[in-house]
């Protein structure tokens, strides 16, 4: 055997091997994902226990109840109870518990990474020594409201001290501004697109957040994501930045993400998860509908959404704001809500000194000529859906509506 063909056999053993190193780490993730939607689903349609004879079914629930809660998230916890599924308390322990069990399970991979977090993180004063003006009375009040319930509802929930995690994968949805020193954590159909284009700005990329079209937010690749950098630049930013995240009402989120991707064309969306949806859920599909993935109904969708065996996996922009940024694992600066989107941005803009003239945009991104997704919208779209089905999409997205302090819907 010559030199050139031992070269030869070298560089094709190192292809395989690399192949092989890249295969397991897929299969490790997909491990992973399947193993956490199954958890979840068993923790959505676990049943009552039977009170003792003689003790009503109330008397039995409220002993569950830690004492120390408000009375919003009493009036949570008793619509659970009055639909009859499972432990109100256990429910939000145990969803929250499945997010630290899952993340411990990924410590187990021999790629992973290991960091510790401390639970719950520390709430530390916002710094509003570039605020200006004495119009943000209210809107800061609002914010260090929001701060407080997250920090308490984290810290409630959460009786563990420390928990190994992959630090990596917490921060996988968390853009990175390093001139103003700004993490943001995409929030899908809760004005990301709007803010990618701030920060665009801010790190000098664009004149004008009202120049820079859908594709270059989202397919320019101008921003860096927090996983891309070092662990020692990932903690270090972790540490010195000032972290927000915008959220959005948990229905009005679900709903106004199936508008976008499956009531208009969509080259994306129709093939990949269209097809599969309409395969599996809708009888008697006809050829062009299983061919082109096009017109899926809503209940279609939540019948996907509700499966643990789903046709195809989740994707970001029905995926759980508890999964997406980890809220009670990363301590967050800031806290935004869509329902004001406008005022908390331009807040936010000047506690991080942004230029004078730089507000957040006002336009809708895609689809101006459509309502906004607005709760009226929300409950036309719910009729659709039998009780039951309502109520497990509550239960779906209930950690969502717990941690940020949303109303729970009328199912």
Request: proline residues 5%; positive net charge; glycine residues 6%.
């Amino acid at each position: 055997m010559n030199l050139r063909q031992i070269f030869v056999s070298l560089l094709m053993f190192g292809v395989a091997g690399l192949l092989l190193f890249m295969y397991l780490q897929v299969w490790i993730e997909e491990q992973h994902t399947e193993s956490g939607e199954k958890l979840q689903q068993q923790i959505i349609n676990q049943d009552f226990t039977v009170p003792p004879p003689g003790r009503t079914r109330r008397a039995a629930w409220s002993r569950s109840i830690p004492s120390g809660l408000s009375k919003h998230e009493m009036a949570i916890l008793g619509s659970r109870y009055q639909w009859g599924k499972a432990n109100p308390f256990g429910v939000v322990t145990a969803s929250l518990g499945s997010q630290l069990s899952d993340l411990q399970k990924m410590t187990e991979s021999p790629l992973s990474q290991f960091r510790g977090v401390y639970l719950p993180p520390v709430l530390h004063p916002l710094n509003k020594t570039l605020v200006k003006g004495g119009k943000w009375k209210d809107v800061d009040s609002t914010q260090e409201k929001r701060r407080s319930f997250l920090h308490d509802f984290c810290k409630k929930y959460n009786s563990r001290k420390k928990l190994p995690t992959h630090l990596v994968h917490l921060v996988s949805r968390i853009y990175v501004e390093d001139r103003h020193k700004v993490l943001y954590c995409e929030v899908p159909k809760a004005g990301c697109s709007n803010w990618k284009r701030v920060l665009m700005v801010l790190n000098g990329l664009a004149a004008s957040a009202n120049n820079i079209s859908h594709d270059d937010v989202h397919y320019g690749k101008h921003l860096r994501k927090l996983d891309s950098y070092d662990l020692k630049g990932i903690e270090t930013r972790l540490n010195t930045y000032t972290k927000t995240i915008f959220v959005r009402d948990p229905m009005e989120r679900l709903v106004s993400a199936f508008r976008d991707k499956f009531e208009h064309p969509n080259s994306y969306y129709h093939p990949v998860f269209g097809k599969a949806i309409i395969k599996k859920y809708r009888h008697n599909a006809t050829d062009e509908a299983l061919k082109t993935g096009s017109g899926v109904k809503f209940r279609e969708f939540i019948q996907y959404l509700l499966d643990s065996h789903r046709p195809v996996g989740m994707d970001i922009h029905w995926e759980q704001v508890s999964k997406l940024c980890y809220p009670c694992l990363i301590n967050y600066d800031f806290i935004g809500k869509f329902e004001t989107l406008e005022e908390d941005a331009n807040y936010f803009l000047q506690l991080v000194g942004a230029p004078a003239e730089l507000k957040f945009p006002k336009f809708k991104d895609r689809h101006s000529s459509d309502e906004r997704t607005s709760a009226e919208v929300v409950r036309q779209y719910l009729k659709e859906l039998s009780k039951e089905e309502r109520q497990l999409t509550y239960d779906f997205y209930y950690l969502d509506y717990l941690m940020f302090n949303y109303t729970s819907p009328v199912v």
